[in-house]
């Protein structure tokens, strides 16, 4: 089975400054794919940015990237330069290709961007 | 419509009632994914629907749980006699194809079982 870990329940950052969210997960596969959703409050999920895991570039998506070590199985967000709206709940999730209906999470990490 | 839906917003019902809960997925996904996400905790897979068939239902946690789509747009999530447990956020995402592509969610339903 496959585990995903999130080791920071709550970070703060502020306004403006660079925050980076930690992720590992567990698994035995080789082709799978790992995303970042955040969470605002009104509780719909949102795709932050996607990574294959064959590819060993790593995602970038405007101040969102992620730095992804597939040896050491882990998948961190940065956010850079960060803004109010970005204050939400960030899942780390992880998808086998071989049974890409389901999706394991972490259990989140509680963003907050101070003023 | 433009982005997944559930109705209702919110439930609440009392213990060993049945309710329904209604996932309307974005016009021409055929993926279709239950979640459960109970209070600081991340979602919980539950079941996933290609077209009208479940492709995976092992995340029902018990006989008390079934869902269906019967025509391939429309998922209802069936709870029988609750449970103060299933309290919870009951969210459905839907996508073009499989879980590797990119998933849109709805807003979720909170349930509340008292």
């Known amino acids: 089975a496959q585990t995903v870990t999130q080791s920071q329940p709550e970070m703060s950052v502020q306004e403006a400054e660079t925050v980076t969210l930690s992720c590992t997960y567990d698994?035995?596969?080789?082709?799978?794919?790992l995303f970042w959703y955040k969470q605002p409050p009104s509780r719909q999920m949102i795709l932050v940015i996607r990574?294959?895991?064959?590819?060993?570039q790593n995602a970038t998506e405007n101040r969102f990237s992620v730095n992804f070590q597939k040896a050491a199985k882990s998948f961190s967000l940065k956010i850079s330069d960060s803004q109010l709206g970005d204050t939400a709940m960030y899942f780390c999730?992880?998808?086998?290709?071989?049974?890409?209906?389901?999706?394991?999470f972490g259990d989140g990490t509680t963003l907050t961007v101070k003023p | 419509g433009a982005g997944v839906s559930q109705t209702p917003s919110n439930k609440v019902t009392e213990k060993g009632k049945y309710v329904e809960l209604r996932c309307d997925p974005i016009?021409?996904?055929?993926?279709l994914y239950w979640y459960r996400q109970s209070l600081g905790q991340g979602p919980e897979f539950l079941i996933y629907?290609?077209?009208?068939?479940?492709?995976?239902d092992s995340g029902l946690p018990n006989d008390r749980f079934f869902a269906v789509r019967p025509e391939g747009s429309v998922s209802t999530l069936k709870i029988q006699r609750t449970e103060r447990g299933d309290s919870a956020v009951y969210l459905c995402?839907?996508?073009?194809?499989?879980?590797?592509?990119?998933?849109?969610f709805g807003q979720g339903t909170r349930l509340t079982v008292v």
């Open positions: 016009s021409g996904h055929t993926a």
């Open positions: 629907f290609q077209g009208t068939g479940a492709a995976d």
């Open positions: 999730a992880f998808i086998l290709n071989t049974n890409a209906g389901k999706s394991t």
């Open positions: 698994t035995s596969e080789n082709n799978y794919y």
């Open positions: 990574q294959e895991a064959y590819k060993q």
């Open positions: 995402a839907s996508s073009l194809n499989r879980g590797n592509t990119e998933a849109f």
